[in-house]
């Protein structure tokens, strides 16, 4: 079964809007982390934002926010004021707390982001 | 700012042959990974390493694969006899501790290409 799951594979935004990207994950564990990942073409992976499961208010870091809704198990990343350097993938990945997985962190399929000028 | 560094970051090398991809984490940093992206997909995990020894594999990381931290700074990724299918991004990533808030810092990738 997917653990994370991104339903968008491709997205085009205007410049200068804001854009949601979808991601929901299953975990039975309390204890987890959710993390945002950005990846232009060059290839690097960069990090952007991060959710704890028991943190109490949504991340933001910039123009990243995380629009967490636990109950529903999904972990939103909204980049507001688009910019056309934000043109990239975008990956929604999960660290659990189990012992016997606290090592990996579980990448989505991602989202492609184009954003339009 | 620290950050994990990889070398080299383009390797192409023939069926069969051994390739060794080498990683510098981030200095203070006791956790470290590889992960791989083939193109067009997404990133899968390979391995763990911690106190010197593996702690956790993926069922992809079979008998051709092996890691070691040779000196204090170096984490290397060696594939014995390459396959066509091994041609991919590898990704090192390094990590303070292995709790679930703790960030995992990725190197910027060798791309490995296998003709």
């Known amino acids: 079964a997917q653990k994370i799951t991104q339903t968008q594979p491709g997205m085009f935004v205007q410049e200068k809007e804001a854009v949601t990207l979808d991601c929901t994950y299953d975990t039975s564990d309390p204890s987890y982390g959710l993390f945002w990942y950005k990846q232009p073409s060059s290839g690097e992976m960069i990090f952007l934002i991060y959710?704890?499961?028991?943190?109490?208010q949504n991340a933001t870091e910039g123009r990243y926010s995380l629009n967490f809704q636990k109950a529903r198990k999904s972990a939103n990343l909204v980049i507001s004021a688009s910019q056309l350097g934000d043109s990239a993938m975008y990956f929604c990945?999960?660290?659990?707390?189990?012992?016997?997985?606290?090592?990996?962190?579980?990448f989505g399929p991602g989202t492609s982001l184009s954003v339009i000028p | 700012e620290p950050e994990v560094t990889q070398t080299p970051s383009h390797q192409v090398t023939q069926m069969g042959q051994e390739v060794i991809l080498r990683c510098v984490p981030i200095?203070?940093?006791?956790?470290f990974y590889w992960y791989r992206q083939i193109l067009g997909q997404k990133v899968e995990f390979l391995v763990s390493?911690?106190?010197?020894?593996?702690?956790?594999k993926s069922e992809i990381f079979d008998d051709q694969f092996s890691v070691e931290r040779p000196d204090g700074s170096n984490f290397t990724l060696k594939i014995r006899s390459t396959k066509l299918e091994d041609s991919a991004m590898y990704f090192c990533a390094s990590s303070e501790g292995a709790s679930f808030y703790n960030e995992q810092f990725f190197g910027p990738g060798t791309r490995l290409t296998v003709l």
């Open positions: 390493f911690y106190n010197n020894e593996i702690s956790e």
């Open positions: 990945a999960m660290r659990e707390g189990m012992k016997t997985s606290y090592d990996k962190v579980i």
């Open positions: 959710q704890g499961s028991y943190d109490q």
């Open positions: 200095s203070n940093h006791l956790y």
